[in-house]
């Protein structure tokens, strides 16, 4: 099974800066797209940011201008570089990975794995 593990989380004041890592880890063939998700208390979990393994790059509206997704296609990798956070970015940020996993016989599974998710904590 795929791991995906995010980092970086914590606190910051309004209009700061925050840098997430996702690091995608096991018997990977390749990734096809890999993103981050938020959830907030009481809200729905929505879409932060996405990016696909030839680089094209799908926002959320609110976060649109502020906050930047990339990826390191070798080492498995995604960021989410936040600026100018606002307190309504306050949530639990979750990192996905779109999979294509090797199985033990050679075969192919394709799958989306979730990270536990990191802290973001903004005050204002």
């Known amino acids: 099974q795929v791991q995906v593990v995010e980092s970086g989380g914590g606190s910051a004041q309004s209009g700061a800066s925050l840098r997430l890592t996702c690091s995608a880890s096991?018997?990977?063939?390749?990734?096809?797209?890999m993103g981050w998700y938020r959830q907030a208390p009481g809200s729905e979990r929505e879409l932060v940011a996405d990016m696909t393994d030839g680089g094209k790059t799908n926002y959320g509206d609110s976060v649109k201008g502020r906050f930047t997704i990339s990826r390191d296609n070798t080492k498995n990798m995604a960021y989410l570089q936040m600026d100018s956070l606002k307190p309504e970015d306050t949530a639990v940020y979750f990192c996905?990975?779109?999979?294509?996993?090797?199985?033990?016989?050679?075969?192919?599974?394709?799958?989306?794995?979730w990270g536990q998710g990191t802290q973001v904590t903004v005050a204002s």
């Open positions: 996905n990975a779109d999979v294509v996993e090797i199985g033990d016989f050679g075969d192919r599974y394709r799958y989306v794995a």
């Open positions: 096991g018997s990977i063939s390749s990734i096809i797209s």
